[in-house]
């Protein structure tokens, strides 16, 4: 049994500034992670919801990338005024928040 009820990675990868790929950093990554973590202290979910920083997660044309387990939901684009939504909606009553998720990748 897992530790934590959900598991949240948010790629902070930093690539050169003329990368052709980009990267989440440049976009704003570690804002995100930060609010995320402060989200999550301030409802009680510490303890319950974990985020982390993770590397590349290879989706770096639609970063911030962000995904959660153990549903495997991944977002795209996240911003600061995002995590909210994600945490309230998504970690607390269950229902991804479907304007961010990232299509299919397995579909390709």
Known sequence: MSRFEHHIFVCTNLR????????????????????FKAGLASRGLKGKVRANSSGCLDACATGV??????????????KTEDVDEIIDEHLVHGRPVER??????TSS
Request: glycine residues 4%; aromatic residues 8%.
């Open 16 to 35: 050169p500034e003329d990368n052709p790929k980009g990267c989440c950093s440049r976009k704003g990554s570690e804002e995100v992670l930060s609010r």
């Open 100 to 105: 961010l998720r990232l299509p299919d990748r």
């Open 65 to 78: 990338s962000v995904v959660v387990y153990p549903e495997a939901v991944w977002y795209a684009h996240v």
